[in-house]
């Protein structure tokens, strides 16, 4: 069976809708968030890895994705392989991409990204209705936001995904 946009869109909102259990941690794919990971983590100094040392506890029980992480597992429950890290799904996972501009429309199941044109450094998943879903952040864990008028810059369609 082909995978479709709205196929792959429907199960990155599946992880939107476990929500308020569906959370963020920097390097994750969906992995369940243990007391002995967040231990783990919390002896890190890696600047990078600050609001996973403050906020992380509250995931502890729960499945945690990063940005690309979404996209990875999403991709991953579906058939596809997809790289982890938003500037490499970029780089190699979009079959076409480009620049969003205003009042576009895009089919479900698109990337958005942030950033310029040298780098991408964060992405969600067009889930329709004019919302992108992604995994934000520490604190925030799994959201929706405004596909126009935000921070949304740049679009991608996935390979092996047939869009419409």
């Known amino acids: 069976m082909a995978v479709t946009g709205k196929h792959y869109a ?32 919390n002896k890190t100094t890696a600047e990078k890895y600050k609001y996973g040392r403050l906020y992380g506890k509250k995931w502890i029980g729960h499945r945690v994705w ?13 058939g596809l392989k997809y790289h982890h890290g938003s500037n490499s799904s970029w780089r190699y996972d979009c079959e076409k991409k480009g620049e969003l501009t205003s009042g576009m429309e895009l089919p479900e199941g698109a ?33 929706q936001t405004k596909l126009h008028g935000g921070k949304w810059k740049y679009w991608g369609l996935g390979k092996g995904i047939d869009f419409d």
């Open 66 to 78: 990063d940005c690309s992480g979404l996209t990875y597992d999403s991709g991953i429950q579906l």
């Open 111 to 143: 990337w958005v990204y942030t950033g310029n044109s040298g780098d991408k450094p964060h992405i969600g998943t067009y889930t329709g209705d004019g919302k992108v879903t992604e995994a934000s952040g520490t604190n925030a864990g799994v959201i």
């Open 10 to 41: 429907a199960k990155v909102l599946e992880v939107y809708h476990l929500k308020p259990q569906a959370g963020y941690i920097l390097g994750t794919r969906g992995k369940l968030w243990t007391a002995e990971d967040q231990e783990k983590l």
